[in-house]
């Protein structure tokens, strides 16, 4: 049975953060969401903008009184709100830092009055380039150095997991802190460089998929809707307080392989005849000179599944063909 009723999230207008709330609201739990609309967008928000249990306000984590002011009437925090997209990143560093690291800050502050349960969202990229396969909770971090402005979003990431474990330990304040790997399902957009949504909404267009590098570093990817299920299994679990999870799938596949399957399922789900093409773009061409990609991303996640019995359950090409989906739908809209 779960215990909080009143959610509020920071990033609410977010991919994850709607899709939280979708989740929440269908539940009969209230949301205050919280946006500033930086790459969450208003059409997120649109279908529960009329619910009588959510609360939408437009504002920034940097505000401490109205992050204080929202979190009284909230018994769970889930913070999610945070400079995302590995091109934002390297574009504006600046924002990258500021917001990860003071915006968590006073989230963890605004809860500690009444020791208000926060989640925090962290997140793969924290691993840098460990080579430890399957990267699990306790490895050791490595990370590129700090004139390369990449690293400076798993560093701040790391500062807030710090942050929100100093705050467990000395301010009593209860932290579940998950690391997310890959996250992607319908609503996600191409356009903060997510590379899923993005090849999708090529091969809809008729384009030639962009395939960065030469194709043959991988990820796993997994649907917003099993993150969210862990997620949920996690705040509700008081042994997970104080610790940190990974949360991702655990099929792995190249970003060329990921090429052929996305050309290939949206032939099948729309009917269409023409193949586009796959070309290869130098990463310096595509972020900055001296930029590093992770070379391969795989998480354990025995201590999620131990703790809270969670897996994911759905396997990649079933979650390709929901954002298929959603984005000839939103393309008809
Ligand atoms: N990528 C790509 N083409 C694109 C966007 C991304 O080949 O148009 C690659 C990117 O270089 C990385 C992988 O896809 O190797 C995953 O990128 P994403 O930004 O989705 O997530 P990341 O794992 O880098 O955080």
Same mark, same amino acid.
């Given at each position: 049975m779960e215990k909080f009723n009143t959610y509020f999230i920071t990033?609410?207008?977010g991919f994850i953060g709607s899709h939280l709330t979708a989740r929440a609201l269908s539940e009969g739990k209230r949301v205050i969401a919280l946006d500033?609309?930086?790459?969450?967008?208003i059409d997120n928000i649109d279908s529960f903008?009329?619910?009588?249990?959510y609360e939408f306000h437009e504002g920034s984590i940097h505000d401490l009184r109205l992050l204080k002011e929202l979190s009284q009437s909230a018994d769970i925090i889930f913070h999610l709100a945070a400079a995302v997209g590995v091109e934002l990143i390297v574009n504006d560093p600046l924002n990258t830092i500021e917001t990860n690291i003071r915006g968590t800050e006073n989230v963890l502050h605004a809860a500690t009055k009444n020791k208000t349960p926060v989640f925090i969202a962290s997140t793969?990229?924290?691993?840098? &380039?460990?080579?430890?396969?399957?990267?699990?909770?306790e490895n050791d971090i490595v990370l590129g150095p700090s004139?390369?402005?990449?690293?400076s979003y798993a560093a701040t990431k790391l500062v807030d997991e710090f942050l929100a474990l100093a705050y467990s330990a000395q301010r009593e304040l209860p932290v579940v802190i998950a690391r997310f790997f890959n996250t992607i399902g319908p609503?996600?957009?191409?356009?903060?460089?997510?590379?899923v949504p993005r090849f999708i909404q090529q091969a809809l267009a008729g384009e030639s998929i962009t395939v960065y590098g030469d194709g043959e570093q991988s990820r796993c990817f997994c649907h917003v809707s099993d993150v969210i299920e862990a997620v949920l299994r996690l705040i509700n679990e008081? &042994?997970?307080?104080?610790q940190v999870f990974n949360i991702g799938s655990q099929e792995e596949i190249s970003i060329n392989q990921l090429a052929e399957r996305i050309i290939s399922l949206t032939q099948q789900e729309t009917q269409r005849q023409q193949r586009v093409k796959i070309t290869h773009t130098p990463y310096e061409q595509a972020y900055r000179p001296g930029f590093e990609d992770t070379v391969r991303r795989v998480p354990d996640t025995s201590k999620v599944e131990q703790l809270v019995g969670w897996q994911p359950q759905y396997k990649l090409d079933r979650t390709i063909k929901d954002i298929i989906h959603s984005l000839v739908s939103a393309v008809a809209a």
């Open positions: 990033g609410g207008a500033n609309f930086s790459t969450g967008s903008k009329s619910h009588p249990y793969s990229e924290v691993y840098g &380039k460990s080579e430890q396969f399957p990267f699990k909770e004139y390369l402005s990449r690293w609503g996600q957009t191409g356009q903060y460089g997510m590379v008081p &042994k997970a307080y104080g």
